[in-house]
């Protein structure tokens, strides 16, 4: 796990993402992520599959999962 801690109350994880190829894959996945609660920043890069959260708190991975997999792509694992 990746999880740490950048600022007091804020949780920043990576997650490795499968599909992305572009832009707009980018910005499906990160609209996805943007809407579960507590969530204050997401970047998507197509190139590494990587997507970074920046959270109020730990998130739960089913939820994340769930996002992904609303967007469209595949939740690999955590970075």
Same mark, same amino acid.
Request: aromatic share 2%; with cysteine.
């Given at each position: 796990m990746s999880a740490q801690t950048d600022t007091p109350g804020s949780v920043t994880t990576v997650y490795q993402v499968s599909g992305m190829s572009c832009g707009h894959c980018e910005g499906s996945v990160s609209g996805e992520i943007s809407g579960i609660a507590g969530? =204050?920043?997401v970047k998507a890069?197509?190139?590494?599959?990587?997507? =970074?959260?920046?959270? *109020?708190?730990?998130?739960?991975?089913d939820a994340v999962r769930a996002a992904v997999d609303? *967007?469209?792509f595949e939740l690999v694992d955590q970075a």
């Amino acid at each position: 796990m990746s999880a740490q801690t950048d600022t007091p109350g804020s949780v920043t994880t990576v997650y490795q993402v499968s599909g992305m190829s572009c832009g707009h894959c980018e910005g499906s996945v990160s609209g996805e992520i943007s809407g579960i609660a507590g969530v =204050t920043s997401v970047k998507a890069v197509a190139s590494t599959g990587e997507v =970074t959260v920046v959270s *109020a708190a730990p998130l739960d991975e089913d939820a994340v999962r769930a996002a992904v997999d609303e *967007a469209g792509f595949e939740l690999v694992d955590q970075a």
